[in-house]
């Protein structure tokens, strides 16, 4: 099975970026996906990325996957203190149950 | 719409004890899932379904069992429970027709086993 690895925690100011990063094992994913989760709540998607792309950008959220080095990133501009969740990296297949593998998850501190 | 909910919230259980969670979706979706959380550890897939009246074991299968009677609904059982099962479950559908394959989420339930 795949392996999806991510930095346990990130710690930024408010207004400055934050990068969250993602290295997975498996190449075979069709799909790359972010989710956010709030405390004391389940995931939502944030954002995703076909396999055959190499950047997404949707409003203040840009997506890199670098597929010859198996990493995905997440980058959150101009960081706000709702941003403040976990971030979870996921990579799904087609098919089969469409099944998710999720990474370890990235705590997100935003600091005033 | 609910979209995907789950019962109990919370419950703590003794070892040996079984328990049925429920989780019921009112979008019609196909695809069911259960996941289990563990810090540092991210969501693994326990068992889902991909229909009515079937089921499949996920990454961590062991010691739960799961029903998919009705389409809505996809319930998780643990019928000896342990404190290793100890954890927060979550349940997750989505349709078997999605362009991008997102899987809708509900609020989960945190479970103690002592």
């Known amino acids: 099975g795949e392996d999806v690895e991510q930095s346990l925690f990130l710690s930024v100011r408010e207004g400055d970026s934050s990068v969250i990063n993602c290295t997975y094992t498996d190449s075979s994913s069709t799909y790359l996906y972010w989710y956010k989760q709030e405390p004391g709540a389940g995931l939502q998607l944030l954002t995703y990325i076909f396999s055959n792309m190499d950047m997404k950008q949707d409003q203040r959220l840009t997506v890199l996957l670098n597929k010859k080095d198996k990493h995905l990133s997440l980058r959150i501009a101009d960081t706000q203190t709702g941003d403040s969740a976990i971030y979870f990296c996921?990579?799904?297949?087609?098919?089969?149950?469409?099944?998710?593998?999720f990474g370890t998850g990235t705590q997100l501190k935003v600091e005033l | 719409n609910a979209g995907v909910t789950q019962t109990p919230k919370f419950r703590v259980l003794k070892t040996g004890q079984s328990m049925t969670l429920l989780c019921a979706q009112d979008?019609?979706?196909?695809?069911m899932y259960w996941y289990r959380q563990d810090p540092g550890m991210g969501l693994r897939l326990i068992h889902y379904s991909v229909g009515e009246g079937t089921t499949a074991k996920g990454e961590v299968p062991d010691g739960y069992n799961v029903s998919r009677l009705k389409k809505q609904n996809f319930l998780l059982g643990l019928e000896s429970a342990a404190p290793s099962q100890t954890s927060v479950y979550f349940c997750a559908s989505r349709p078997r027709l999605a362009v991008d394959n997102e899987q809708f989420f509900g609020p989960g339930t945190r479970l103690t086993v002592l």
């Open positions: 996921a990579g799904g297949l087609t098919g089969g149950g469409n099944k998710l593998t």
């Open positions: 979008m019609n979706h196909e695809y």
